[in-house]
């Protein structure tokens, strides 16, 4: 076994704290959206980095980027590694970089080991994970595995009407290569917890053995503009008071199904937007999760119930997206357990409460995730911190299972 190999904790800090600098923000966070000039410049610091690392590095038809390291191996498929470098608006340093730059951290200690694998091991950055500017969430990935058509991709368009393919040509990131032809032997992810329950039970990695489902909702509330002063209340149609009132039920809809159940009302756009007129319009959005999908279809059914019963203004629902839960690859899980005993450091079994590149990718190819704590459970926020130590452990954790998986020899010098 290759148990005492042992990753560069500070040159993987360093490299973070390096792609921070980039759409960095006041708060210590940074602001880097997808296929924005902060994403061009991440991906060409990104490109430099594998390339000194010896590395050829594609992307596909959606940009998604593979840094390959070869193996002795020609026939053997790629060992990858890998998250996103795209973050929130206002986002922290950590969520998703790490998983990158922990894969390109694996390289560069294979190149100092002078270890040679079997199998190639490529690192991986998948375009849009956040969805922040082009909804949903984990697009290319999720058109990788199948999940979405490359046509829906393309057509996404963000708030100022910009559409993702137009900007992936512009960023000069639209390649060849079809979005999903890329092949690989296992997906492995890095990320912090972005919860509270590693740092709240004093462990240090997360074996991750799958994702919880989640249905997105798009929801207009159509009332009727109308003068503030002059108008009664009764007779009003209020789209913002019939939009409060499904906000509440989406709270207690969740409460009902929890503890496991959770759902967010995030966004909200209300017209005209003015102080001395009753709101005609209000547009917002539903998030619900649950680890079994039967449960979430029940939590559909009482958010359809709520919407339909509303009597004030008209209220359209549409579910944009519907992610079932995920079962993380048995051997893929195992080889991150092991690695997690092996170093000693508390651990801990976890289904994931956030979705992740890997969530979509194990609907194609084996795939595991190893999680580390973040201060206060807290992320999407400038604040989000994770100790240096526990990136490291979680680092080590990716490099003894890509070992593993990749069938790992010593180069003869
Ligand atoms: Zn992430």
New binding site residues.
Partial sequence: MSSNHRINGARLWQSIMEMARIDALPGGGCGRLTLSDGDLEARKLFTRWCEDAGCTVTYDRLGNMFARREGRDPDALPIAIG??LDTQPNGGKF??VYGVLAGLEVVRTLNDLRLETDAPIEIVNWTN?EGARFAPAMLCSGVYAGLFDLEFALSREDAEGLSFGDELERIGYAGSEPCGAHQFGAFLEG?IEQGPVLEANEEVIGVVTGGQGQRWYDVTVTGRDAHSGSTPMQGRSDALVAAARLVQEVQRIALAYGPDGVGTVGEVHVSPNSRNTIPGEVRFTIDVRHPDDAVLGGMDNAIRRAAAEEQEAKVVLDMIWHNPPVKFDGNCVGAIEAAAKNSGLPWRRMVSGAG?DACQVARKVPAAMVIVPCRDGLSHNEAEWAEPDHLEAGCNVLLQAALTLSRQMVLAS
Avoid: K, L, Q, R
Wanted: a negative charge.
């Fill in positions: 998250s996103h969520d998703g994970e990320h992740h």
